[in-house]
Each structure stands twice: as C-alpha cells, then as structure tokens.
C-alpha cells in the first residue's frame, strides 16, 4: 500500500519512541543564529518536526517540543557577516566572540542574535501549531548545563579518548579539559584554552588572541561542539531530533555524539532524521543552497508578506526530507498553481497522474494548514497573478468591497462564495500587491493609463492598427457576459489572421494604450477585472483621434 512518507516516519517513530517508555517525550531541533534565517531552516527543525508531533499526539503519545538556538557559538566574521555592517573594519574585533554577544549591525536591537531571529522567532507560529519552545545554549550554560558540565569534567579522560576516535589530525592531548570560556578582555571564545581546573565551578584559561590568563566560571563559555550537542540531549531528554545532511555521514559528526553518549554519558541518544538544505532560486535562474552567515536566501518574513504559510508548508511535505527543492519569490504564482490543483486532488475536482501522486498531494495538502483542517467543501480559488492585477487596478481602500465584487462580476466568484474563499481572497490581494511591486517583474506592475494619457498613446498607433482596435471596441461592447473567456476569444477572433509580428506588435500597442508601456499582465484577465465600463473608455478613445 503506497503510503505519504511522513505516515511512514510517523511508525517507525512511535515504535521506536513507545520502546523508551516515557510519560513525556521531547523533539529538538537545533539552528545557530550565524547571520540570516531562511526559510530553508524552517524545513526539518520545524515543519517536519512540528507535522510529526501532531501526528503522533494524535495517536496519544504526549511530546514537548523545543527549538534550541546555538547562541554561544563564535561569530566567524565572514566577509558577508562583515558586510552587514556600515563600517566592516570597526566590528572585525567581534570575530570569535559568542554570537550573543555581536553587536546588531542596524541598531535596533540588542544584540545581534536579536536581529536576525526578528525575521525568523515571531513567525514560527504563523507556520506551525505554535506550540514549540525556544530555549538558547547561552541560557542553558547558565541553568540545566551546569550538571552536564561538571559530569564532563569527571569524565574528560574518557571524552577525550572518545572524541579522538574522529580527528584524525589533533588529537587532543592527556590532561585536556573541554572548555572554551569566554576571554575577559577579547571576549572571545573561539581562542581560549582551559588549563587548570580551580574547583568544581571554576576554570583558569589562558586567551591564544590576546594573551589574557584568567579565571571564570565553567558556565561562562562553551562546550566543544561535539559535547554540547550530547549534551542538549542529557539537558532536555531528546528522544527525536532532524538534522542537516553535514552530520549523516557513517562516522561523522552526528555518529561521534552517538558514541559519546552511549559509551560516556551512559544515555540513549535521540532517534534522528536527516534532511537534505533547500536551494535558493533567483529571478536570474541562478540556484544556490541557502546559507544563513553567507546571507543567502529569504526569511519566513519575506514569506509571509507574500504568500500564506501552508503554501510553504505544502511543498516541505509534500518533498521526502533527503531531496532537495528549490524556492524562489518570484515563483510564488506558481506554488499557488500547484497548491490549488493538490487542493481539486484532495475534494475530487481533479484527477491525480496515478495513485502515488493523489496519496503525497492530497496528504500534503490535508497537512499543510498550520492549526485545525481544510475546510469541509472546496474553496473558491482565484489565481494569484488576478489578485495581484486586481490589487493594482483598484484603489487599496477598495480592495475589499470592490474587489469582490469585481471577481464576482466576472464569474471569479460566485454571488454567494463560501467564508473561507473570501477570508482566501482578501488575505491574498495585498500579499500580490507587494509580490508585484517587489518580486513580479516588468510584466506584472503596472499603473494604468488616465483616459488623457491614453487618448495621446492611441494618436501614436500606427493606421493600419487603429481599424483593429475599433473592431476590439465593437467586439467587447456587444459581449453578452463580461468574462475573461469570452473577452480573450474576441481578442484571438481580431488578431488570428495577423502575422505573428503584426499580433506582437497590436499587443505592444495594446500595452502603450493601457499602461503605458510595450508589455504586461495577460490582456484578458486585465481587461475583465477593470470591468466593462472603464475597459472601454480606453478604447473609445479612437472615435476622437486620428
């Protein structure tokens, strides 16, 4: 029986999690807030972490879930880290220290964490249930690790045995103590070396950058990557994490926290899941991994201010974890396609290719709402390219009134359209508005001519084309029904015994007449959704002119 892939992950991991016997599990995942969080981070972390908890609660198991921020972590400063900066060269003193500690390049918050999780952190919930726990390393150094810290230091001889296994080159040497405090003068964390323990909270250490020698507190700095990792694990009790595809390796890096924990620590480690990075597609073609300290990508910010959440949420669920997508905002019409058309799947309105693709699209589809199910009766669906037309030839302050009665004029939709279409529609115009404007391209923003400024296009168009647009002129006004069927048929019935260039060139005057530049939107759809009366105005215009 074909099944989606996350009904599958979802019994495997209840069998293995109803093994361990708990009355509460706990799902984590980790980010490290380097520069940048992209949507791509919203991927295994969150949505497929999220989908799966619900899932299984479902089934009656009771699970916490966190998001853990790596905000101890050094800050590299890359040269695109750097650029965030207004003067580059007066931060690069900030190299090495705890990311928590960067200063916010633009100023308006805290610290630079702070700034770069405003486009991320407020938005988990739009695409999710929201239930999910934000908790940072830098806090957990200062509460729950504290513990797993002193076990390390009993224990440092077999961690250091342990760890060795995996590098190769520099191992470290007997009598290593794994802390990595935070300088006192540099402040940094990335140079410092632990050479003596004083007591059981507190470490002298000497700075490789500065030459400082001094004492702290255990709490005040880092574990190395490794231990820290396993050490999430002892502080919350994972029983299940995702993870990138860097640490699926067979001996790599998530293989190494397995044997430490196991072997050292003494404690089952989180069943895992690896994913594969999502790519980044530009309006140029071009296609990279995002990268959050190489500044690559776009945030659930940017997401959200052009398309709903579950529009995301559909394609994460609806790719198995280890293959790769590719997202771009320009692209966001064609999500909206291809979701409509899982949406006809999933009420039977259409027919799916073969059983496999009806299973993944319409589970995908059924999955995709943040909080609560799809409606019961198919919504109305108004492609998203009209919206943003419509948001363009109608003033903002009537997008609501007029705009549905415009959608409704032209058979878009229905005299009475059901609650959740219309709640659809109104969320969406303004969110085309801003995709036009920011991402559409020369073809999809537009100012419309004034009736003036038209009239003085029309006396530019060449004679043999101006008997053409009379007869567009004659042929719309007798329409029986404004739509934008019948108005394209008129259009196709005027220019079908054109040459081609003769048609390309009556559509390029077409565009000068109506906004003023050689091309833009699909001529039906523009001229349905301006309505009879003003649609023609521009085109009566010829009756004056010669």
Same mark, same amino acid.
């Given at each position: 029986?074909?099944?989606?892939?996350?009904?599958?992950?979802?019994?495997?991991?209840?069998?293995?999690?109803?093994?361990?016997g708990?009355?509460?599990?706990?799902?984590?995942?980790?980010?490290?807030?380097?520069?940048?969080?992209?949507?791509?981070?919203l991927?295994?972390?969150?949505?497929i972490?999220?989908?799966?908890?619900?899932?299984?609660?479902?089934?009656g198991?009771?699970?916490?879930q966190?998001?853990?921020?790596?905000?101890?972590?050094?800050?590299?400063?890359?040269?695109?880290?750097?650029?965030?900066?207004?003067?580059?060269?007066?931060?690069?003193r900030?190299?090495?220290?705890?990311?928590?500690?960067?200063?916010?390049?633009?100023?308006?918050?805290?610290?630079?964490?702070?700034?770069?999780?405003?486009?991320?952190?407020?938005?988990?919930?739009?695409?999710?249930?929201?239930?999910?726990?934000?908790?940072?390393?830098?806090?957990?150094y200062?509460?729950k690790?504290?513990?797993?810290?002193?076990?390390?230091?009993?224990?440092?001889?077999?961690?250091?045995?342990?760890?060795?296994?995996?590098?190769?080159?520099?191992?470290?040497?007997?009598?290593?103590?794994?802390?990595?405090? *935070? !300088? &006192?003068? +540099? %402040?940094?964390i990335?140079? /410092? =070396?632990?050479?003596?323990?004083?007591?059981?909270?507190?470490?002298e250490? *000497? !700075? &490789?950058? +500065? %030459?400082?020698?001094?004492? /702290? =507190?255990?709490?005040?700095?880092?574990?190395?990557?490794?231990?820290?990792? *396993?050490?999430?694990?002892w502080?919350?009790?994972?029983?299940? =994490?995702?993870?990138?595809?860097?640490?699926?390796?067979?001996?790599?890096?998530?293989?190494?926290?397995?044997?430490?924990?196991?072997n050292?620590?003494?404690?089952?480690?989180?069943?895992?899941?690896?994913?594969?990075?999502?790519?980044w597609?530009t309006?140029?073609?071009?296609?990279?991994?995002?990268?959050?300290?190489?500044?690559?990508?776009?945030?659930?910010?940017?997401?959200?201010?052009?398309?709903?959440?579950?529009?995301?949420?559909?394609?994460?669920?609806?790719?198995?974890?280890?293959?790769?997508?590719?997202?771009?905002?320009?692209?966001?019409?064609?999500?909206?396609?291809?979701?409509?058309?899982?949406?006809?799947?999933?009420?039977?309105?259409?027919?799916?290719?073969?059983?496999?693709?009806?299973?993944?699209?319409?589970?995908?589809?059924?999955?995709?709402?943040?909080?609560?199910?799809?409606?019961?009766?198919?919504p109305?669906?108004?492609?998203?390219?009209?919206?943003?037309?419509?948001?363009?030839?109608?003033?903002?302050?009537?997008?609501?009134e007029?705009?549905?009665?415009?959608?409704?004029?032209?058979?878009?939709?229905?005299?009475?359209?059901?609650?959740?279409?219309?709640?659809?529609?109104?969320?969406t115009?303004?969110?085309?508005?801003?995709?036009?404007?920011?991402?559409?391209?020369?073809?999809?923003?537009?100012?419309?001519?004034?009736?003036?400024?038209?009239?003085?296009?029309?006396?530019?168009?060449?004679?043999?084309?101006?008997?053409?647009?009379?007869?567009?002129?004659?042929?719309?006004?007798?329409?029986?029904?404004?739509?934008?069927?019948?108005?394209?048929?008129?259009?196709?019935?005027?220019?079908?015994?054109?040459?081609?260039?003769?048609?390309?060139?009556?559509?390029?005057?077409?565009?000068?007449?109506?906004?003023?530049?050689?091309?833009?939107?699909?001529?039906?759809?523009?001229?349905?959704?301006?309505?009879?009366?003003?649609?023609?105005?521009?085109?009566?215009?010829?009756?004056?002119?010669?």
């Amino acid at each position: 029986m074909i099944r989606h892939w996350i009904d599958e992950l979802a019994d495997n991991l209840y069998n293995a999690l109803t093994k361990r016997g708990k009355e509460v599990y706990v799902f984590n995942g980790g980010l490290s807030v380097s520069g940048l969080q992209h949507v791509g981070r919203l991927r295994g972390e969150i949505i497929i972490a999220e989908t799966l908890r619900r899932i299984l609660s479902e089934r009656g198991l009771k699970i916490k879930q966190y998001l853990t921020l790596y905000t101890q972590d050094a800050w590299k400063g890359k040269e695109q880290q750097l650029k965030q900066f207004p003067n580059p060269g007066e931060v690069a003193r900030y190299k090495g220290n705890p990311l928590i500690r960067v200063p916010d390049p633009k100023g308006c918050h805290g610290n630079w964490v702070e700034h770069y999780w405003s486009d991320f952190g407020p938005f988990i919930s739009e695409f999710t249930d929201g239930n999910i726990e934000v908790i940072t390393t830098t806090d957990m150094y200062k509460d729950k690790m504290k513990q797993f810290i002193k076990l390390t230091l009993e224990k440092r001889e077999e961690v250091r045995k342990t760890i060795n296994k995996y590098r190769g080159r520099k191992p470290y040497p007997e009598g290593w103590i794994p802390i990595e405090p *935070v !300088c &006192e003068k +540099c %402040g940094r964390i990335d140079t /410092t =070396e632990a050479v003596r323990l004083i007591d059981e909270d507190h470490v002298e250490y *000497v !700075c &490789e950058h +500065c %030459g400082y020698k001094g004492v /702290t =507190e255990i709490s005040n700095g880092k574990l190395m990557w490794r231990i820290e990792w *396993v050490g999430v694990w002892w502080t919350l009790g994972v029983d299940f =994490e995702p993870y990138g595809k860097d640490h699926a390796m067979p001996g790599g890096s998530r293989d190494s926290c397995v044997d430490l924990a196991v072997n050292v620590y003494g404690i089952k480690p989180p069943e895992g899941l690896p994913y594969e990075w999502v790519e980044w597609r530009t309006p140029t073609g071009q296609i990279a991994d995002m990268g959050s300290s190489d500044f690559l990508g776009f945030t659930p910010r940017d997401w959200v201010e052009v398309a709903h959440p579950h529009i995301y949420r559909f394609i994460v669920l609806k790719t198995p974890p280890m293959k790769k997508y590719a997202v771009g905002l320009h692209e966001v019409p064609q999500y909206y396609s291809q979701y409509y058309r899982a949406e006809r799947i999933y009420y039977g309105l259409e027919k799916a290719k073969d059983e496999e693709e009806g299973i993944i699209l319409k589970r995908s589809y059924e999955l995709s709402y943040p909080k609560g199910a799809p409606p019961r009766e198919p919504p109305e669906q108004i492609p998203y390219t009209h919206l943003a037309v419509l948001a363009q030839i109608i003033p903002r302050d009537k997008w609501v009134e007029e705009g549905l009665k415009r959608l409704k004029n032209i058979g878009l939709l229905p005299a009475e359209p059901s609650r959740y279409g219309v709640q659809r529609v109104l969320e969406t115009i303004p969110r085309a508005y801003i995709w036009a404007v920011k991402y559409g391209g020369e073809a999809n923003v537009f100012t419309l001519n004034t009736i003036e400024e038209a009239g003085k296009k029309a006396r530019e168009i060449p004679g043999e084309y101006r008997g053409l647009f009379i007869e567009l002129y004659e042929g719309l006004s007798t329409l029986r029904e404004w739509s934008e069927e019948a108005i394209k048929n008129t259009m196709v019935n005027i220019t079908s015994s054109l040459e081609k260039n003769k048609v390309n060139d009556f559509y390029k005057y077409f565009y000068m007449l109506y906004i003023g530049k050689p091309s833009g939107p699909r001529a039906a759809p523009l001229l349905a959704l301006m309505g009879r009366e003003q649609a023609l105005r521009y085109l009566e215009v010829f009756k004056y002119t010669k």
